[in-house]
Every structure is written in C-alpha cells, then in structure tokens.
C-alpha cells in the first residue's frame, strides 16, 4: 500500500525491480533531465519519426523508426538511428509500400522490444521533436505496452507544426488557418528544404531536424532563448 502511495504522490517516474536493464537505465536518465532554464544554444534535441501500418493509434504498429539528433544549431548526421521494426503486415497493406519497406525487410526487422531498447538508448532524456509530434509518442507508447512495460516516453516534446503556428500566426485566431497549411510538405516548400528520402524514416526525421534549426533561429530572434518557453 505505501509502495503504491509513494508512486502515486512521486513526481519522478519509477521502474520495478523486475523491468529490464535498458528501461531502468531509460528511467534513471529521464530523472536527470536538464532543467528548463537550459539554453536553446546548448540544448539536446532528439528529432525523430516513425513510420507505420497506418494512423489508428491503438490498432496500428511501427514499421521503422529513424532519429537524428541536433545540438548547437547544428544536425549531427553522425548521431544518426534508422531500425526496421519486424512486423507481419497484411496482404494489400500500402503502407510498407509508402514507406519504401518491402515485406521481407519487415519480415527480418527487429522485435519490438529490441527496437525500443535501441531508441530510449539513442534518445536519452534528450527534447524529442516531431511533426505532429503526439502521434509518434503514442506509437511508441503502444510498442512499450505491448512489450510489458508499464511506463511511457517522459521526455520533453516539441512539435515543429506547433511551433510554426506559433511563430507565424501570434496575432491571428487559431480559425484563420488550415491544418494543410502546417503538413511538412507544406513547410517543405515553404522552407526550401530538401526532400530526398521523404517518406521514409530516416529522412522525414532529418527534414524536420533542418525544419527545427529554422524555426529555432526564428525563436530566438524573437527573444525565446530557453527550453521551458518552447516545451512541454
């Protein structure tokens, strides 16, 4: 009873004894994460997404996630993660077929759990970034339960649609634009950034890590210098 007392008043996650090493040592860097105060100059962001069988966040599954990290107003493509997640896809499914994944690389991929062991420990407690962020979050939410874990990401999260919006429009209703008008490939074009690899992992993550850099600079422009005025 005090144990699950202590859980429910705690303000920092906690793994049980019987979870697995990667998770507990996922936990441990998540109760070390940098303070809001933190600079956006020095501050680590980890821009990723996934790639899935479709956009129903309990019943689909993650074909492949890609993540690449930024730092110091740069994309360190040497800090990259791209991981095929094995999964048994349906006859007539087409989105092995947008994602550029054919059935026997999803054959051979990885287990699920084997894939999130290698993301938390590519993510750490860095920012995690995304387009439409909250979707890819909750895809990889579902992969942990699914794998017994009883916990979710705890990162800091930022969504770059979010922070266009609100960089472009701080004087404007919320009703004065169209959801189109904030999809990456809108902003793509918008930005003038590349597109190769689009619609695959790896390469919508680096399109918005270069996406980010530019609403970044943006930020700080307007005098947003530290994290806790960007994230949640």
């Not at 956006?40 to 899935?52: N, R």
């Not at 990401?153 to 609100?166: E, I, P, S």
Request: proline content about 3%; some cysteine; glycine content about 6%.
């Amino acid at each position: 009873m005090l144990t699950w007392l202590n859980k429910l008043i705690s303000t920092k996650p906690e793994a049980n004894p019987n979870d697995p090493a990667f998770w507990k040592a996922y936990i441990q860097s998540i109760n070390r994460q940098a303070s809001s105060d933190v600079p956006l100059s020095v501050a680590e962001f980890v821009v990723f997404d996934t790639e899935t069988t479709g956009l129903d966040e309990k019943n689909d599954k993650v074909l492949a996630i890609g993540a690449v990290k930024v730092r110091q107003g740069q994309v360190l493509v040497q800090e990259s993660f791209e991981c095929v997640v094995r999964q048994e896809i349906a006859y007539g499914n087409k989105s092995a077929e947008v994602h550029g994944l054919l059935r026997q690389e999803l054959e051979q991929g990885v287990p699920e759990l084997d894939a999130l062991e290698a993301f938390l420990a590519f993510a750490g407690n860095a920012v995690l970034v995304g387009h439409h962020v909250a979707f890819d979050v909750e895809m990889v939410n579902g992969m942990m339960q699914r794998s017994g874990l009883e916990g979710r990401l705890y990162n800091k999260t930022l969504d770059t649609a979010q922070l266009a919006k609100r960089l472009e429009r701080r004087q404007l209703s919320p009703d004065s634009y169209r959801r189109s008008d904030y999809t990456l490939d809108t902003l793509i074009s918008k930005y003038n950034l590349p597109t190769e690899s689009r619609h695959t992992a790896s390469g919508d993550a680096f399109i918005t890590a270069i996406l980010l850099l530019k609403l970044l600079a943006q930020a700080q422009k307007r005098g947003i210098k530290k994290v806790g005025e960007l994230v949640r």
